[in-house]
């Protein structure tokens, strides 16, 4: 099985900063890789898909970058609804699996 | 619009075995390429794919828990039921269905979760 390793596990930001997670591949998975957002009791929301592919609607401030075993995820202004934990996920070859996930707070 | 929704016990035994069916709507999965998966997520712990079926009835497992699963459907009633045998306490957990887009394990719709706790 491919391992997603995700840093930091958790995150404490200022309304405004620039936000900036990490998931690593333990194999090569290309650009197969999405970011999920998740509010506490709620289900997982689709941002990024393809590496860095914005889902329809999703805000322009969420970004992703990377390709092969390194990718990034950024929240360019953090805003209070940003407030979530967040997983990144490869689909590249099964089983797809999912990183630990990051959870951001407001400082 | 795509929509999907679990539904199912919330309380099962230990050994016994849990079903789960998901309903949808908004997409057939009688489309090329089409999937509908379940992944888990253990209270306070990450996400874990579980299984998918496609549009053609193929069908995938985790492989650490491939022998206690099954998933099938039912596109006259756009439902996907998934099983898991041998219930225990470590499968207590939320369990969500996902519509899968053609490109495979990429989950872009979920539903909203049904929460499945393994007590005696």
């Known amino acids: 099985d491919i391992q997603m390793t995700q840093s930091p596990s958790s995150l404490s930001a200022s309304i405004g900063d620039r936000v900036t997670i990490f998931c690593q591949a333990s194999q090569d998975i290309g650009s197969y890789l999405t970011w999920f957002q998740q509010k506490p009791g709620k289900a997982p929301k689709l941002l990024i898909f393809l590496a860095s592919n914005l889902e329809t609607g999703v805000p322009s401030r969420f970004s992703g970058s990377g390709s092969g075993t390194d990718f990034t995820f950024t929240i360019s202004s953090l805003q209070p609804e940003d407030i979530a934990t967040y997983y990144c996920q490869h689909y590249d070859t099964l089983p797809w699996t999912f990183g630990q996930g990051t959870k951001v707070e407001i400082k | 619009q795509i929509t999907l929704k679990e539904s199912g016990p919330t309380l099962v035994k230990p050994t016994q075995t849990l079903t789960l069916t998901c309903t949808f709507s908004g997409f057939s999965l009688n489309s090329n390429g089409v999937g509908v998966g379940w992944i888990r997520q253990p209270p306070g712990k990450a996400l874990e794919w579980l299984a998918v079926?496609?549009?053609?009835?193929?069908?995938y497992f985790s492989p650490s828990l491939k022998t206690r699963l099954t998933i099938t459907k039912d596109t006259s009633k756009d439902q996907v039921v998934l099983t898991l045998t041998n219930m225990d306490p470590v499968d207590t957990a939320t369990y969500y269905c996902?519509?899968?887009?053609?490109?495979?394990?990429?989950?872009?719709?979920w539903g909203q979760g049904a929460l499945v706790t393994v007590s005696s």
């Open positions: 996902a519509h899968s887009a053609p490109a495979g394990g990429l989950f872009d719709y």
């Open positions: 079926i496609y549009w053609d009835d193929d069908k």
